[in-house]
């Protein structure tokens, strides 16, 4: 696989990992099973993200907050962002942009 481009390979980065965290990819030209599976994914993900942001939102603004509810909330917050930032380098590669693709650090 080359580092440029991902759609002119017909390689895309999938939204989920494989065993011990490496990086998923599908071949094809975007409109088959896994795809349309990942865009989904990708969609939920997303949703999820906007959710604990709102979440997080209410949380930072209690006053009694405690230190473990604070420490689940930045577990979460992590967790999320490392799905978003998955999605932005796939959405990326297929887009083009430079510095995307099965060669950028994904994790």
């Given at each position: 696989?080359?580092?440029?481009g991902c759609e002119a390979d017909g390689v895309r980065l999938l939204p989920w990992t494989g065993s011990e965290g490496k990086p998923c990819y599908v071949f094809g030209d975007g409109t088959g ?75």
């Open positions: 696989m080359s580092g440029g099973y896994v795809s349309r599976m990942a865009d989904g994914i990708e969609g939920v993900q997303l949703g999820m993200a906007d959710d604990l942001l709102g979440h997080a939102a209410d949380l930072l603004a209690d006053r009694k907050v405690t230190g473990a509810e604070l420490h689940f909330l930045a577990s979460r917050l992590t967790e999320s962002l490392r799905d978003v930032k998955r999605v932005a380098v796939s959405r990326g590669s297929r887009l083009g942009a430079a510095g995307y693709g099965p060669g950028a650090d994904s994790r």
